[in-house]
């Protein structure tokens, strides 16, 4: 441990401003895949242990298409897109089946999806790790802010997750959609007994979630390492971040998933061999507290 | 309880017994006894966590924790101190009960889900404990150096035979006491806990009470598997204590069936034999492992004793 | 064997004559088995993988030579997914029902310790090939007596690196560090000796601060800010493999590499294929470089792998490259494929290897090899892409080694 550290960052206004920006940074790309998680069980009451999975395979499809066709935008597009399509197939052929089954046979499918796609990756892209590479478009110094540093391409990072993040929330709460979607998610018979297409709703649902992990997964390929089974460790702390922003909340996601980025910025400099525990003593403390977490309904 | 249903139930725990005792006798293979060695841990634990899931209907997702807490413990008290192996054994699993204790006390008190998250939430805190406290546990390495495996009643644990009937008879013993526990009334006030937590509660039944118990009971029995997988590995590992290891417990479970007290021990015998066939056969057993656990999931839709149970009511237990 | 299925088969019914199955040893009588397990799927396969290539190659190679005592030889590898309890079980299960008579463990570290309980149990002989941690073999009561280490071993790439560092800081009068290793125990301990030799090498170094990001993690940003920001002049790091990859491509767009010198002993053929925008000047060691040492045998040997396999060699490989030459030196010495008989056969055992320094590698009687190409130069962008690599000095290397030994109280 290391206070006296953490005492000189926080009354550096550089410190602050730099640990802030990067708490931020790995605050959002974790907010767009654990909004994808928070969605899935908002309306389907389903944890989806496979979203690592997504992740991951829409960073490695990324890869590939930046290798075919050059464009990073193009990259992204593709990694996300392709990832709504499988969302909804994983939904339609294996989880529908599932549905009203006991949660540890949700989780049994899920993992078995997890471990055949570890696998597949490993046949399609090989065991070795790839790295995408920085855009030429990016490969600029970065920007100075109050003291801070920020790169630009996380500038566009950040504003790219907070888009998301507003859309999703208008979303919900403006659209026709959106309101179908949420009355679904307090009582999905009486939404299906009204008319509408619950079948369909719910392919929506996880076409948007794991669309979202692909994006996520995507837009983090030029900075982070590809490579099979990558998707575990997003996936806990994306379960990390809902939890604590109460299961089915996107404003819960990002709020918890800020959080998440700050106190690894500042944890890295005040605990630096014990951030991970801490973050799991936050989340013991907000479960004994308010379970349903930050923003949760309580049930 | 009726006194000829607890009677069978000794009768066909010492049948086992004697089957499992009597196969070295009659042909020694060194790769069955390891099988048996290693199933007899995980059978413990797999067991351990349906009385929480099966009974009591509390999902935990860190179960795993007290499997690697008694493990570690066990390992701890016989390299660092020179009491023997039984005692060490003995105290390993007390110890583990009263962190049980602790750790159900915080927990039992939330609803399903938040239950699962807590759950898994200490055991992700305990397993970063351990890590992080190399002096004690040796970090990420695990503890080195082996288990000095003292004799015992001219009991020698580092040979294999011996080992393996070791652990068969405390496995039998074991899930005798489960067993046991399961069909008492104790055990049909979790099930009705399980069914109907409102009713049982008018029953006067003090819920957190009796849910911490079999929290409790599941973790000592947890903690005894890991006693047997420290001595079969020679060691503990934090591996032993990690979420994964938690996850095999639960797919053992429902491989096997939550509903049958032998639905986990079956689950764990699929899980650990499929794993050992596939292995030798191809580097890509996740994708066989998956591909299996899917058709069962999604053919069955319940553990395979649950769906033979069903299939041809009145067969089994 | 067939008595034993029959006889189960009527004790546990079907399920366990479904068992039973795999447990016979189709061993041919004639073929000699050895048994390899290592890390095969996961995020550092890569470890096992290309250990496994290395082996195959020598497979061939020996069985084209007439095998072993005449005997050909058959791997048989298994992956332990990186799980300690499955190492252990997969060591019994390659002795006890495949009939191995021979083991390679390519395991990393916690595998390695966890397999060299089981061999101190079945006193068959062992190398272990890919764990770097030095306990392992020099703590007397670690070791074992069938089992060796046919690698690096992480004291000895202490001394080396800090000594070269030492002089590189000196030159360009680097005097404030700051570290950023993996937060496990290779990433502590290594990091510990290179800062103990580095502090004796050259005292007046400050270590200003240090960060410990964890094992894969996906995202290094608070971390890299955290270096920027306590301003170093240079940085150690001990990442590797993926890891280390990402953090370049992270460190880049911070212009990270513009604002501080870097020294790793880890740049590899897979980092430097992953990585698009490596840095130029980065100070590393060579874990497996095939210009060096700069003999043609060493650059046939990266050639022939790279023809092969379709990508080029790691550190891994080349030791199990090297384990197999000990194996086939001892087995023609003694004769015999007892544990007991190779290991008297291995022990002070001096062969000629291209990876050897001086084309020799020595097994020294504490079971570890000494004499292994360990050089430092800088990186660059193209082939060979480490340049100005100089060799360690292997005599300051064991005069240290033993100070630290002493130190530990291993001797």
């Known amino acids: 441990m290391d206070i006296d550290a953490l005492g000189a960052c926080l009354t550096t206004p550089a410190c602050v401003v730099t640990q802030t920006t990067s708490g931020l940074i790995v605050g959002m790309l974790l907010f767009l895949v654990a909004a994808g998680v928070t969605l899935i069980f908002g309306v389907l009451k389903i944890v989806n242990f496979a979203h690592g999975t997504f992740y991951m395979l829409g960073g490695y499809v990324a890869y590939t298409a930046l290798g075919a066709t050059d464009s990073y935008a193009l990259a992204v597009l593709s990694g996300a897109l392709s990832m ?56 600029v110094p970065p920007l100075f802010i109050a003291g801070g540093v920020v790169p630009p391409f996380y500038a566009v990072l950040i504003g790219i997750a907070g888009l998301i993040a507003i859309v999703l929330g208008l979303g919900l709460s403006m659209t026709r959609l959106g309101k179908t979607v949420r009355a679904a998610a307090i009582n999905p018979q009486m939404v299906s ?73 500042f944890g890295t400099i005040g605990f630096p061999q014990f951030t991970d525990g801490l973050i799991y003593v936050v989340m013991i403390a907000i479960l004994l507290l308010r379970p349903q977490g930050l923003f949760g309904r309580s049930t | 309880m009726k006194v000829g249903p607890a009677l069978r139930d000794v009768a066909i725990a010492v049948f086992a017994l004697i089957v499992v005792l009597a196969i070295p006798l009659l042909h020694r293979s060194p790769a069955f006894e390891d099988f048996v060695i290693r199933l007899s841990a995980m059978a413990l634990f797999a067991t351990s966590l349906n009385l929480l899931v099966g009974n009591t209907g509390m999902v935990s997702f860190g179960h795993g924790m007290f499997y690697g807490f008694g493990a570690y413990a066990f390992a701890l008290m016989m390299q660092m101190t020179d009491v023997s192996l039984p005692i060490a054994a003995v105290l390993a699993v007390l110890i583990t009960t009263f962190a049980a204790l602790c750790v159900g006390a915080i927990c039992v008190r939330l609803g399903t889900d938040y239950f699962a998250f807590i759950t898994l939430a200490v055991q992700m805190l305990f397993y970063s404990i351990i890590i992080s406290w190399q002096s004690l546990t040796g970090g990420d390495q695990g503890l080195r150096g082996g288990i000095p495996r ?10 294999q035979l011996h080992l393996y009937q070791f652990c068969a008879v405390v496995t039998v013993l074991g899930l005798l006491t489960l067993r046991h526990i399961s069909v008492s009334p104790f055990g049909q006030t979790l099930r009705m806990i399980r069914d109907n937590e409102h009713r049982a509660s008018f029953l006067g039944i003090v819920l957190w009470r009796a849910r911490l118990f079999a929290f409790t009971v599941a973790g000592a029995f947890a903690g005894l598997g890991g006693v047997l997988a420290a001595l079969f590995v020679s060691g503990a590992y934090p591996e032993l204590a990690d979420w994964p290891n938690s996850g095999q417990a639960i797919f053992a479970v429902m491989l096997g069936g939550i509903s049958s007290f032998l639905g986990p021990v079956l689950g764990a015998t699929i899980l650990l034999a499929l794993n050992d066939v596939v292995t030798r056969f191809t580097e890509y057993h996740g994708l066989v492992l998956g591909s299996v656990i899917l058709a069962f999931a999604l053919g069955f839709r319940r553990g395979v004793l649950d769906f033979i149970r069903l299939a041809w009511p009145g067969r089994l237990r | 064997m067939s008595g034993l299925i029959t006889r ?27 048994g390899m397990q290592s890390i095969l799927s996961g995020p550092i396969a890569l470890l096992g993988t290309s250990s496994r290539n290395a082996l195959m190659m020598e497979q061939d190679r020996i069985n084209a030579a007439g095998g072993l005592l005449g005997r050909p030889i058959e791997f048989v590898f298994r992956d332990s997914k990186g799980q300690p309890q499955e190492a252990a079980r997969l060591t019994r299960e390659l002795v006890n029902s495949t009939g191995c008579e021979l083991l390679i463990d390519a395991e990393a570290s916690s595998g390695a310790f966890a397999v060299q309980e089981v061999v101190r149990d079945l006193g068959v002989a062992c190398i272990h090939t890919n764990s770097e941690t030095s306990s392992l073999t020099a703590d007397p009561k670690i070791r074992v007596p069938t089992a060796f280490r046919v690698a690096r071993q992480g004291v000895h790439d202490a001394v080396a690196g800090s000594a070269y560092l030492s002089e590189y800081a000196n030159a360009k009068k680097l005097n404030k560090w700051a570290t950023c290793s993996p937060d496990y125990a290779y990433g502590r301990d290594t990091t510990a000796q290179y800062l103990q030799f580095f502090k004796q090498f050259k005292p007046d170094v400050e270590v200003i601060t240090e960060a410990w990001p964890k094992l894969g993690q996906p995202d290094f940003t608070e971390v890299i800010t955290k270096l920027i920001q306590a301003k170093p002049q240079a940085l150690f790091t001990l990442l590797y493999a993926g890891d280390l990859s990402a953090f370049v491509n992270q460190g880049n767009i911070y212009a990270l590499f513009s604002q501080i010198a870097v020294a790793t002993p880890n740049v590899d053929y897979p980092v430097l294929a992953a990585i698009k925008n ?72 001096k062969i000629n290897t291209p990876f050897g320094v001086d084309g020799t590698i020595t097994m020294r009687d504490d079971h570890t090899t000494i004499g292994y190409a360990i050089g430092w130069g800088q990186t660059t962008p193209k082939e060979p892409f480490i340049v100005d690599v100089k060799a360690a000095d292997w005599g300051k290397i064991i005069e240290l080694e033993t100070d630290w030994k002493k130190q530990q109280k291993y001797i």
């Open chain 1, 84 to 139: 709504a399509l499988f969302g909804v197939v994983f939904e339609r052929a294996l989880i529908s089946r599932v549905y009203g089954s006991n949660v540890l046979m949700q989780l049994l499918v899920c993992y078995a999806v997890v471990l055949i796609f570890d696998d597949l990756v490993k046949i399609v892209w090989g065991p070795e790790f790839h790295a995408m590479g920085m855009p030429p478009a990016f490969q």
């Open chain 1, 193 to 265: 007994v009204l008319g509408v297409n619950t079948t369909l709703l719910f392919a929506i649902v996880f076409a948007v979630g794991g669309g979202l992990a692909g994006l996520a997964g995507a837009l983090a390929a030029p900075v982070r390492s590809l490579s099979p089974g990558m998707g575990f460790s997003v996936l806990i702390e994306s379960f990390i971040v809902t939890v604590i922003g109460g299961m089915g909340s996107i404003t819960g996601a990002l709020v918890s998933a800020l959080l998440i980025g700050l106190v690894r910025g």
């Open chain 2, 150 to 159: 003292r004799e015992i009643f001219g009991f020698e644990l580092a040979s």
């Open chain 3, 8 to 34: 189960r088969t009527m004790l546990g019914g079907s399920a366990a004559s479904l068992l039973a199955a795999p447990w016979v040893a189709r061993a041919q009588a004639n073929t000699l088995r050895v």
């Open chain 3, 278 to 349: 490596l840095p130029a000047g980065i100070q590393s060691a060579t874990r497996y470089l095939e210009t060096f040492p700069n003999t043609p045998a060493n650059k046939e040997w990266g050639q022939a792998y790279l023809k092969r396999w379709n990508e080029r060699p790691t550190n891994w490989s080349w030791q199990n490259t090297v384990a197999m030459q000990f194996y086939e030196a001892a087995i023609k010495k003694a004769n015999s494929l007892d544990g007991k008989a190779l290991a008297a056969a291995l022990t002070g055992m």
